[in-house]
């Protein structure tokens, strides 16, 4: 039987943003970044109340359509629960549209607001396990969304043999000598625009070649990252993509030329580098500047948080 919350609970989350794909590991591969949204709400007795501060404002539906109130009523369902009205206010530093994977952000903080309302009452939370499949199911891939439930470093992977796909992830002991600097362009860039300029088919050769890089990779991240350049490297769908951003492909080339392991950040237009030093090469700065990129270092995001009973400011 699913039981109607009363008015009045409370209940907030905070999620980072991510980086997919890494280069080699389309699809798979996945890193919190530490840039967080904010998810506050609220049960009410009917209707339906949406702000949002930041990134986004003034640009994302504020009807039951925006991702954070459908993941909401998508937790809240999971544990057998509903709300027959809800405030629900957004603090959004994630940016929209840059590949730093803002509606897996905004997924993973709905359900977990939603453990933070279930538990009060009486209702046992969504596990790690059970966010990462009710957040893929959104998106199809897990890539990002694990990495904003579990934070760090993460291999995620699907069984579509299943209905729905089983979606599953793992976390990676990120090696502490590397260092990440996201480059975040103003332009914005739309993942399905963008998946459609990757081919049906990939050659054998192709896919041996991303096979042996990705699990190269895994290696740099965690033991080796004198690696991170050779484990980089793509041709599945960063060369595929490149002509839809030019100046994201080539800053990415840029930087690669400097001796920076660099990759496009999910389906870009961010571009994310990946290094051992404390600063780029003045060359990289120079460029991601004149592109306009705001390149700043940033540290490795950590694991969704929820909790309950905070009160919703309006």
């Not at 976390?171 to 000598?177: A, C, F, M, T």
């Amino acid at each position: 039987m699913t039981l109607n919350l009363p008015a009045g609970l409370t209940a907030s989350a905070t999620v980072a943003a991510s980086s997919a794909n890494l280069g080699p590991g389309f699809d798979s591969l996945g890193l919190a970044l530490a840039l967080y949204d904010e998810i506050l709400v609220e049960t009410t007795d009917a209707g339906l109340t949406i702000e949002v501060e930041g990134e986004g404002a003034g640009q994302v539906p504020l009807g039951p359509e925006h991702l954070v109130v459908r993941a909401l009523h998508r937790g809240l369902a999971a544990g057998g629960a509903d709300a027959a009205g809800l405030v629900v206010c957004c603090r959004n530093a994630i940016p929209h549209s840059r590949g730093l994977g803002s509606s897996a952000a905004a997924v993973v903080g709905g359900l977990a607001a939603a453990n933070g309302l279930l538990t009060q009452a009486d209702r046992e939370p969504l596990t790690d396990a059970e966010l990462i499949q009710l957040a893929s199911e959104f998106e199809g891939h897990p890539d990002n969304a694990s990495a904003s439930v579990l934070g760090g470093a993460v291999v995620s992977w699907a069984d579509a043999q299943t209905a729905p796909p089983t979606y599953a992830a793992a976390g990676l002991r990120l090696h502490p000598d590397i260092r990440l600097f996201p480059g975040i362009p103003q332009v914005r860039s739309s993942t399905a625009e963008t998946r459609v300029l990757l081919p049906d088919h990939v050659t054998h050769q192709a896919a041996r070649f991303n096979l042996s890089r990705a699990a190269l990779l895994v290696v740099a991240l965690t033991e080796r990252p004198d690696l991170l350049m050779a484990a980089t490297d793509d041709v599945l769908h960063q060369p595929q993509r490149g002509p839809a951003m030019p100046a994201s492909a080539e800053y990415l080339q840029v930087l690669r030329r400097c001796g920076v392991a660099a990759v496009l950040s999910g389906a870009g237009p961010a571009v994310l580098a990946l290094t051992t030093s404390s600063e780029l090469p003045a060359e990289a700065v120079e460029f991601g500047a004149a592109k306009g990129f705001t390149v700043t270092e940033m540290g490795i995001g950590e694991a969704v948080r929820w909790s309950s009973g905070v009160p919703v400011s309006r």
